[in-house]
């Protein structure tokens, strides 16, 4: 087992040493504060200090993980072995001329969300104010790629370490918005349809597509489903989840009713082949209150207790987002990802626990980091289904790097193939044959 010495053991030192080591190497350790016992350990063994102590693998400290406080960061940004790093030390013993915990905790902890910054129009923290998009390196899996570095560095000098084998995954999740286009809207709004396509529009195709489904003569645009638990059917091993909103019907949230028989039957059918957890609302982010009754909305549904969730508009807001959903018992969250770009927001691909930087904790909830959402690509991105594919493999070939997990969140309703979608049925088949072909392509990391 390693031994890692450090001067003072803080929530920040354990809690970056615990993401790295067993959640991304899938590696044990012990830490140590005695330098005697540190001396004499036969072992493989690494000091992380200011300054040197005993003859392990050095790695000079910066003062961040020794810190409690929130204090205002301007890491620097260079290149070391062909990855970007972040805060340089200078020290020749180091084996490292970066501190790759503090580098690794101001990514996984979100840091630089808890200081002042702008926000887009939903309140949210963009891509572009991040400094891995600032610096270039938004769509590397940074914090993944700099543990490999590191164990690279512990089992180059102690022939005795070695980590277990990774494997890459694929995690397909989709969120429920709007279940149906035109059926389960009620009389309100299905006259209100009609009304708008009649005499705003007058869209003649529309009004006729909307009564050939709302009298059961066609499918319902956004009803695919089906398509996509055939689509699952043909790989196997692929993890699918589905977020279904549970909120009540406003200008942001504008779900089927959580109360009509045909969605509650069509999410019980979805959790027989996969996860089902709450696309908690747009104004329950920072509202406790609404979260529990729409977490009780779907478990009342499914007859089991919610577990998972992903924020409506991706709408997260540090600490309180997340603590919102430790309140109500959730214990994972798939909200960690950008609208507006597509990459790794926490600079991973590994699922991992998520630490209050306000309270200086570990808490129980896990985080599962997304790395690209279909609507980024089409109304953020402005790209063809051809280009938008591109990117894909291009983010999967990153995570099979490291192999990690490769999360994507997609929309039922953008696999219909009309309304401007047209072409991503086959951007979503090929994804999924290029991650099951990567599956197959076995590179064990050692």
């Known amino acids: 087992m390693l031994l890692i010495y450090v001067p003072k053991v803080t929530n920040r030192v354990g809690y970056t040493l615990n993401v790295i080591f067993r959640h991304i190497l899938k590696s044990d350790f012990e830490i140590t504060t005695d330098m005697d016992f540190f001396a004499q350990h036969k072992g493989a063994k690494l000091c992380y200090a200011p300054r040197k102590v005993g003859d392990g693998l050095f790695v000079k400290s910066t003062d961040l993980l020794f810190r409690t406080t929130i204090e205002e960061q301007s890491p620097q940004c260079f ?9 340089p030390v200078h020290n020749a013993e180091s084996a490292l001329p970066f501190d790759i915990f503090a580098a690794a905790f101001y990514c996984l902890s979100r840091y630089e969300e808890y200081l002042p910054h702008l926000t887009d129009v939903h309140g949210r923290f963009p891509a572009s104010e991040s400094l891995s998009y600032k610096e270039g390196f938004l769509q590397k899996a940074v914090v993944d790629r700099w543990s490999f570095l590191l164990a690279s560095k512990i089992s180059g000098q102690y022939e005795d370490f070695r980590i277990p084998a990774k494997y890459f995954e694929y995690e397909d999740t989709f969120d429920i918005d709007a279940a149906y286009c035109y059926r389960n809207k009620g009389l309100m709004r299905t006259l209100s349809g009609l009304a708008r396509d009649t005499f705003l529009h007058w869209n003649r195709g529309e009004i006729r597509r909307r009564l050939r489904v709302i009298f059961g003569r066609e499918q319902d645009p956004f009803d695919t489903f089906e398509y996509i ?22 200008v942001y949230d504008k779900s089927i009713s959580y109360q009509n028989t045909e969605f509650r039957q069509l999410l019980q059918h979805l959790c027989d082949y996969s996860d089902v957890g709450l696309h908690a609302s747009y104004a329950s982010h920072d509202d406790k209150r609404l979260l529990t009754v729409e977490s009780e909305r779907l478990a009342a549904v499914l007859h089991r207790n919610t577990e998972l969730n992903r924020y409506h508009f991706l ?73 938008a594919l591109s990117v894909y493999r291009s983010l999967m070939d990153e995570v099979k790097e490291v ?10 309703q953008n696999l219909c193939e009309c309304f401007g979608w047209e072409g991503w049925r086959n951007v979503y088949e090929s994804v999924l044959c290029y991650a099951d072909q990567l599956k197959k392509n076995i590179n064990v990391l050692k």
């Open 79 to 87: 290149s070391f072995d062909g990855l970007p790093a972040l805060f």
């Open 315 to 387: 709408r997260l807001s540090l600490p309180n987002s997340y603590n919102v959903l430790i309140d109500n018992g959730i214990t994972h969250d798939y909200t960690m990802g950008f609208a507006d770009e597509p990459g790794f927001r926490a600079g991973t691909c590994s699922s991992y626990p998520f630490f209050d930087l306000e309270s200086d904790c570990e808490t129980s909830l896990t985080i599962h980091p997304f790395a690209i959402m279909d609507t980024t690509m089409v109304r953020y991105k402005k790209m063809s289904p051809e280009n």
């Open 229 to 250: 638990l055939a689509i699952h059917d043909k790989y196997h091993g692929m993890k699918l989840k589905f977020f279904p909103l549970m909120a009540d019907y406003n």
């Open 403 to 412: 192999n990690g997990t490769f999360c994507t969140l997609w929309h039922n």
